[in-house]
């Protein structure tokens, strides 16, 4: 039987989502985790690979377990039970023996959040303390809609079959006077693509470089004609969608 689980996570003390050789992953946890509440050596698969220190509030996974799970909510209370403080199961789905979290989803939806004053709270944002111009960013943002190749804002070294995406929002919002949130869908993303954009509109926004910069920049497919990646600590992965619905057990 095959399960989809929603997770959510915080990722400071993790490598990032993938299982890694010589550091503690997301996956290795819940691998582990599911494998001792189900009585069996489980591989989990997620719906994409999240860098280090970032974080997820809705993050899909799939497993395969040998028999039909008769208590859902007794099967979550366990995962729960073992899972570490600062990672959390919410919901377990039934879905057919072929469905793939990683393959089968149609967009994902990051957020990252800005502070421009100190504020002691904001453990989970970046203190930038630039003034911005928000309406400039979001002219920036404008030219990312579509499909592109996006290899200017790629981890260099990479070895994607394809840097091409396609992106259906990107947006920044003022949660208050010194609060920002950018948000961006794509139907994939690649390494480290949010926090390099993130920079570079961050880069507008101070005026080092013009909206209309964004395009140039894009087209150049050259990793050094973009901004700096900013901290993976204030970005969230917040919605994986699929084409069908996804019913709770």
């Known amino acids: ?68 799970v008769s208590n859902p909510s007794l099967a979550l209370s366990k995962i729960n039970a073992i899972l570490p403080h600062d990672i959390a199961a919410h919901h377990l789905y039934a879905v057919g023996e072929d469905a793939h979290a990683r393959f089968d989803a149609t ?5 990252y959040y800005i502070h421009t004053a100190k504020d002691p709270f904001a453990c989970k944002s970046w203190f930038c303390k630039y003034r911005l111009d928000v309406d400039a960013m979001n002219r920036a943002a404008e030219y990312l809609l579509g499909t592109n190749d996006f290899s200017s804002f790629e981890k260099s070294g990479t070895d994607n079959a394809t840097s091409i995406c396609t992106v259906t929002n990107a947006r920044w919002t003022r949660i208050d006077e010194t609060h920002l949130v ?41 990793r050094c004609r973009a901004g700096q990646s900013v901290p993976g600590h204030a970005l969230f992965l917040c919605k994986v969608e699929y084409p069908w619905p996804l019913l709770p057990l």
């Open 1 to 68: 039987m095959r399960l989809f689980l929603s997770i959510s996570y915080d990722g400071a003390a993790y490598c990032g989502w993938q299982r890694q050789d010589n550091a503690v992953s997301v996956q290795e946890v819940l691998e582990k985790t599911v494998s001792t509440v189900f009585g069996c050596s489980i591989s989990v698969t997620g719906a994409g690979r999240t860098d280090a220190g970032v974080n997820a509030t809705h993050y899909i996974a799939h497993f395969d377990v040998p028999e039909e």
């Open 107 to 111: 967009s994902r939806t990051y957020r």
């Open 182 to 222: 950018f948000e961006i869908t794509a139907n994939r993303f690649l390494r480290n693509m949010v926090r390099a954009i993130v920079g570079t509109l961050v880069d507008v926004g101070r005026g080092k470089i013009g909206s209309g910069d964004i395009v140039r920049i894009v087209e150049a497919r050259d």
